[in-house]
């Protein structure tokens, strides 16, 4: 059984960091691409970013130059580093994976952007 579960979430300040991660088990992780989406009050959930299993990254554009995904095979999690947030970063964020049709969310955690 797939299980997602995400920690990091939190209240930062506007020009802020924050770092999410992703713990994953009950798949093979290097064959999973790993991703995050977010979900504001009111909106769609969005992709953030994804990653594969040989580390080629895409990100929305909304974030690119200030977010980072990675992966460690280690210790079967992904990682989103986020830098210089903006109060329109502020959202659910959600870890996800996919197999075939079958798609994966883990619980979500609240990162709000705030002076």
């Known amino acids: 059984q797939v299980h997602l579960v995400e920690s990091g979430g939190g209240l930062v300040q506007p020009g802020g960091s924050q770092r999410l991660s992703c713990a994953a088990s009950g798949i093979i992780f290097t064959l999973y691409v790993m991703g995050w989406y977010r979900q504001a009050p009111g909106k769609e959930r969005e992709l953030v970013a994804t990653i594969t299993g040989g580390v080629i990254t895409n990100y929305a554009d909304s974030v690119k130059g200030r977010f980072t995904i990675s992966r460690d095979g280690a210790k079967n999690t992904v990682n989103l580093q986020m830098n210089s947030l903006k109060p329109e970063d502020t959202a659910v964020y959600y870890c996800?994976?996919?197999?075939?049709?079958?798609?994966?969310w883990g619980q979500g955690t609240q990162v709000t952007v705030s002076s």
């Open positions: 996800h994976t996919r197999w075939g049709t079958t798609e994966y």
